[in-house]
């Protein structure tokens, strides 16, 4: 950020110094009319030729002959032909710095995205969010795992008045006081009679066929 910056300031100021040396330039006699300073010697040498000997003349012939490349190469330098050489010069520099700049700015703006990406990861209310998420994932395991997620499938739970939860029948007494949870409240209730128990079933005795004896009828011979 800070290095575009400082390339786009130097870049400015570069572009506003040329453009006040063309300016510059432009306002001068030379940049209007760059032939003026030979066409007046060559007027001066024309007026000294009519006053002086022909040996003169041909020496002055001899230096304008010397000074016509020179006008020629003069002309080549014409500067409003240097003006827009540097102009061009300085648009292909314009657009290859504004190529550069837009590149780095991706770049620098292509890591602060990055930087912010991280420090938003980092950040702790991101951190928090996570935390919330993580937790509220546990407490939806504990419900699926807790004994009420069975209340709301139709089954109850039963307690005696020490809080104990009652498994068998066996475990209450005719007078107990016991609480029973349903899915949407309790029922408080006191057991009339302790739990029915089967009476175990005494085996038949074998009745004894007629005209036999059995292994354990006493002996009746007389």
């Known amino acids: 950020g800070q290095l575009a910056a ?10 506003a110094g ?7 330039v432009q306002r001068s006699v030379v940049f209007r009319d760059p032939t ?11 007026e000294l030729a009519l006053r002086l000997p022909g040996g003169l003349k041909d020496c002055l012939a001899r230096v304008r002959r010397r000074l016509e490349p020179a006008g020629n190469r003069l002309a080549a330098l014409h500067p409003a032909r240097l003006a827009e050489r540097a102009r061009s010069r300085l ?4 657009s ?5 700049l837009g590149a780095r700015s991706k770049l620098a703006g292509d890591r602060l995205a990055d930087l912010c990406r991280r420090l938003e990861a980092h950040h702790p209310r991101h951190r928090l969010a996570l935390a919330r998420q993580a937790v509220a994932a546990a407490l939806r395991q504990l419900q699926g795992l807790s004994y009420r997620a069975t209340l709301t499938r139709g089954f109850s739970v039963t307690r005696n008045a020490d809080g104990k939860i009652l498994r068998l029948a066996a475990e209450a007494a005719a007078g107990d006081r016991i609480a029973t949870e349903l899915v949407d409240g309790r029922i408080d209730s006191v057991v009339s009679a302790g739990p029915d128990r089967p009476d175990r079933q005494r085996p038949k005795r074998r009745q004894r066929q007629a005209g036999g004896a059995t292994l354990f009828d006493e002996d009746t011979a007389p």
Request: charge should be positive; aromatic fraction near 6%; charged fraction near 30%.
């Open 6 to 15: 400082r390339l786009s300031g130097l870049a400015t100021a570069l572009l």
């Open 18 to 24: 040329a453009r006040r040396d063309l300016q510059s």
């Open 36 to 46: 003026w300073r030979l066409r007046s010697a060559a007027q001066r040498l024309d």
């Open 91 to 94: 648009d292909r520099l314009t």
């Open 96 to 100: 290859r710095l504004a190529w550069v």
